[in-house]
């Protein structure tokens, strides 16, 4: 059973970056296609951004397009989220996903000040 550890969260200030990455253990995500979700409080889940199992496709919502960028690393069983430019309203619980929903992971929280 592929077991989903998400880590890079925290509290920074608005126009700052972070990097979420999401291990894998327990077995391999080689191939899989992934995603990163977020989801608020009193809000819907939101689709951040996905990836091919070759890391060739991606697709973005235009809320963050041209912010984030998702990609991974096959050897590593890892994918990542480099967030730029964060703004208040990126506030979430992030987590990553398998797109078929087998896996997820728990999250990891970021709050964005302004």
């Known amino acids: 059973q592929v077991h989903l550890v998400e880590s890079g969260g925290g509290l920074v200030q608005a126009g700052a970056s972070l990097r979420l990455s999401c291990a894998a253990s327990?077995?391999?995500?080689?191939?899989?296609?992934m995603g990163w979700y977020r989801q608020s409080p009193g809000k819907e889940r939101e689709i951040v951004a996905t990836i091919s199992g070759s890391g060739v496709s991606t697709y973005y919502p235009d809320s963050v397009k041209g912010r984030f960028t998702i990609s991974r690393d096959n050897a590593k069983n890892t994918v990542y989220l480099q967030m730029t430019n964060l703004k208040p309203e990126d506030t979430a619980l992030y987590f990553c996903?398998?797109?078929?929903?087998?896996?997820r992971g728990q999250g990891t929280q970021v709050t964005v000040s302004s």
């Open positions: 996903a398998s797109t078929d929903s087998r896996y």
């Open positions: 327990g077995g391999t995500i080689r191939m899989q296609p």
